[in-house]
């Protein structure tokens, strides 16, 4: 699970701007991006052909650009599109690296680089075809091409919400879709449920599991719908990131990362769901290693599949036959080198995480990750960040900030008993520039009780997320998929409100001072406001209002009507304590229904919110931002 950084300041989907030719296991792609010649209309006549088996109408798709000019000026402009900079081409952290190392770097951005792509399928339909358009439209000089091309690059996608919350359209008359890529493009919730009721009816349970797991992309087949394991769907490009892995493990210097880089590649290349456990096993054991790799598998953006909770009569098929539906998988790629300092700062917290869960509320009516007696698997780095792709380099009104894996729903946790990851992004959260602090401290001036600035410190913000996403490793660890929908946001609820639980009794403990309790406290409810409301869809962000109004409720915080936040410091913890007991009552039900009332009651959009939230919009205009690397471009190049 990942924290989000608010940021102030063959296959019909296998779609490349290449070649194709056809062969028996679908569309294989035959030539680099580089060359130009043009076979769109043989695949659209390939296509064409399949989709008439299929019963589904493809045409070759008719794009447009979605914004004008003076909105693509806008939105591209520094003070709407921040910057997030990965290590420099000539960084300090690099340099240091042994030339084994150096090496293998070079062979881990190619592998994570590859991720984009499979993300963009995974992610819409139609991004690899528009992603063609708006490079053939920029060669020709089209200026408004270029200009989406920079929005484009930056969301790795044609759909994206910014922090107004407002969905940003790079393509006219498109929408994006419930099921994203990962399922038919004209599939509606009803015609889906109606297929699997037919199905389960008909005995065929074991394909209806295959559509419902985390790993498959699902097409029709006549009129059903069959699923095919990623590995198989991506066979090639995950072909491409193994022998990569391959090559980096041969050049690495350390043995537990090199052992986790060829477990990786066996996973890629097999379409066997336990080999992906044993390298998440490994993967969650790294903690002196130089070298940071990974391919990050959440799935929080796939709506279709969570929705077959809501439907009783195929709710209850599900269940006769002990099938649990889990949301499809995002894929992203970060690669980074571990800093020393950093990760032995965030270390000093592994000591106290038994003490944490012992803490936990109804402790002993579930099984958590984290045990109060026995030593716990969990371990923490602090990454220099050299690239992120796919899911971990979208920036969508945030970016990732920090994340805690493998999730509840991976064999690892389930099925081997292994332990769990956390790798925080040093480049995401550090604010560098005087033009930034300048920036947040405008943003206080707007919206923050002016006697509570000295409390505010962005590096506690920095110790909340490490309670956070420690958090995500606390609580019920199983049981919570029929929340549906709601899981996600009741499940980043959780963790926020652990982090800021248990500040007393790690304050007690030795691990905070009193002084860094009001710091995290103040800056936790001052980051948490927010410039718009969001929608259902935003986990991270509905949490936060969610929060909000609970916090308001209860008397911990309060907005004035001209939207000016003060907190009452003494409130805060207790006020968590009393939400967070709430939150795992709810977890603990497994009760779509339930989840439902919780966060409909809490996700509660004040006027005094609002207020507020046009006094941020005065002095940030900060829309959405882009990611700069300039040493994985350089190796990239090599």
């Given amino acids: 699970m990942n924290n989000i950084a608010n940021n102030f300041d063959g296959n019909i989907?296998?779609?490349?701007?290449?070649?194709?030719?056809i062969n028996s296991k679908g569309i294989k792609y035959v030539r680099e991006e580089s060359q130009m010649v043009d076979k769109s209309d043989m695949l659209i006549g390939e296509l064409s052909k399949m989709s008439t088996m299929n019963n589904v109408g493809i045409t070759k798709p008719e794009f447009k650009l979605g914004l004008d000019r003076e909105e693509l000026l806008k939105r591209t402009h520094k003070d709407y599109l921040t910057t997030k900079?990965?290590?420099?081409?000539?960084?300090?952290?690099?340099?240091a690296l042994s030339e084994g190392d150096k090496e293998a770097l070079k062979h881990l951005v190619k592998a994570a680089q590859r991720i984009d792509k499979i993300e963009m399928i995974l992610d819409d339909h139609n991004n690899l075809a528009f992603k063609e358009?708006?490079?053939k439209e920029v060669a020709k000089g089209n200026e408004d091409a270029k200009l989406t091309k920079i929005l484009f690059d930056a969301q790795k996608g044609i759909f994206a919400l910014d922090r107004d919350s407002n969905m940003v359209k790079l393509a006219a008359n498109l929408e994006p879709k419930k099921g994203i890529g990962v399922y038919p493009a004209d599939l509606t919730r009803e015609e889906f449920h109606s297929i699997l009721i037919k199905m389960m009816k008909e005995g065929k349970v074991d394909e209806v599991a295959k559509i419902l797991n985390q790993r498959s992309v699902v097409e029709r087949d006549g009129d059903e719908l069959k699923a095919t394991?990623?590995?198989e769907y991506f066979k090639d490009d995950f072909e491409f990131i193994a022998a990569e892995l391959e090559k980096a493990s041969e050049t690495s210097t350390n043995a537990d990362f090199n052992e986790y880089l060829k477990l990786q590649a066996k996973a890629l290349r097999t379409a066997d769901p336990m080999l992906d456990a044993y390298a998440d096993k490994k993967w969650a054991t790294l903690q002196d290693t130089p070298l940071e790799f990974t391919i990050t598998r959440e799935n929080y953006s796939d709506e279709m599949t969570e929705s077959v909770v809501e439907n009783p009569e195929l709710k209850s098929l599900l269940d006769e036959n002990g099938i649990v539906?889990?949301?499809?998988?995002?894929?992203?790629g970060r690669v980074g080198i571990v800093n020393k300092k950093g990760t032995d700062a965030i270390l000093n917290v592994k000591k106290y995480l038994p003490l944490m869960a012992q803490n936990m509320p109804l402790n002993d009516k579930y099984v958590q990750n984290i045990s109060a007696d026995k030593e716990s698997k969990q371990t923490m780095?602090?990454?220099?960040?050299?690239?992120?792709?796919?899911?971990?380099g979208e920036y969508r009104a945030g970016i990732t900030l920090a994340e805690n894996l493998p999730n509840d729903d991976k064999l690892s946790i389930t099925e081997l008993d292994g332990g769990r990851r956390n790798v925080y992004h040093r480049q995401i959260r550090l604010i560098t520039s005087d033009d930034a602090r300048e920036k947040m401290q405008k943003r206080l001036d707007a919206m923050l009780n002016p006697e509570l600035h000295k409390y505010y410190n962005d590096e506690a913000d920095h110790w909340f997320t490490v309670g956070h996403e420690n958090g995500h490793s606390l609580g019920p660890k199983s049981g919570t998929e029929g929340l549906g929908k709601y899981k996600s946001i009741i499940e980043e609820n959780k963790a926020d409100m652990v982090s800021l639980a248990m500040l007393d009794v790690l304050t007690e403990a030795g691990m905070y001072t009193p002084e860094q309790r009001e710091q995290i406290i103040v800056t936790y409810a001052a980051d948490n406001m927010m410039m718009a409301k969001p929608t259902l869809s935003q986990a991270h962000r509905v949490r936060s209002v969610m929060q909000n109004y609970f916090f308001i409720k209860e008397g911990a915080i309060t907005i004035s009507p001209e939207g000016v936040l003060d907190i009452n410091i003494d409130k805060m913890v207790p006020t968590a304590q009393k939400m967070l007991k709430e939150i795992i009552e709810v977890q603990l039900s497994g009760d779509f229904s339930r989840g439902e009332k919780y966060v409909n009651d809490y996700f509660v959009w004040t006027p005094e919110m609002e207020t507020m939230s046009k006094n941020i919009k005065k002095v940030s205009k900060t829309l959405n931002g882009k990611v700069e690397s300039p040493l994985a471009d350089k190796l990239l190049a090599e």
């Fill in 381 to 392: 780095v602090d990454v220099d960040l050299v690239g992120v792709y796919g899911d971990v």
């Fill in 133 to 135: 358009y708006l490079e």
């Fill in 229 to 231: 394991d990623y590995v």
């Fill in 13 to 21: 989907s296998n779609r490349i701007n290449s070649g194709i030719q």
């Fill in 325 to 332: 539906p889990i949301s499809k998988d995002c894929l992203g």
């Fill in 85 to 95: 900079k990965m290590l420099a081409a000539d960084a300090p952290e690099y340099k």
